[in-house]
């Protein structure tokens, strides 16, 4: 990855549901002045995503709001309708805010990109967790294989805030 810590996140465009409908955001406009976590992962639905990954950060959500938190934001390579839809799978209520990438926009920027054709994937996402403080990566766990959910898992990153 190369974004590291302690440098700013990148200018960049995502998409979230709003009243059921996909709205085009802003980095810069939507983390200013937020200490948030961003958890970026392969793909909804999928295996390790779905089991692990994201109820950790919903089962760990009061948890990350008693350190001071303003938001918890899950991104992956999906369109916005998917991760609406995931979310709403895994009950993440106002918990998790469910943020699409699918033109790799974000991804590409951070250097997290990763091919995963061979599992019929395509681009995807390399698996992270980042705290970022009004725009800038104070922690960044990336795993070494996106199919692992250890050093970026909820309960291990909590240590880290």
Known sequence: ?????????????FFIMEDGNPIKKNTLTFFKNKKAVLFGLPG?????CSAKHLPGYVDNYEKYMAKGIDLIVCISVND????DAWGKNH?????????AD???EFTKLIGADIDKSARGLGIRS???SMLIDDLKVIKLQEEVDAGSCEISAAQNFLILV
């Open 44 to 48: 909804a639905y999928t295996s390790v």
């Open 80 to 83: 916005p309708f998917v991760m």
């Open 102 to 104: 699918p033109l790799l």
């Open 1 to 13: 990855m190369k974004l590291k810590e302690n440098d700013n996140i990148p200018n960049s465009e």
């Open 91 to 99: 009950s993440v209520g106002n918990k998790i805010i469910m943020m």
């Open 126 to 128: 390399n698996r992270y």
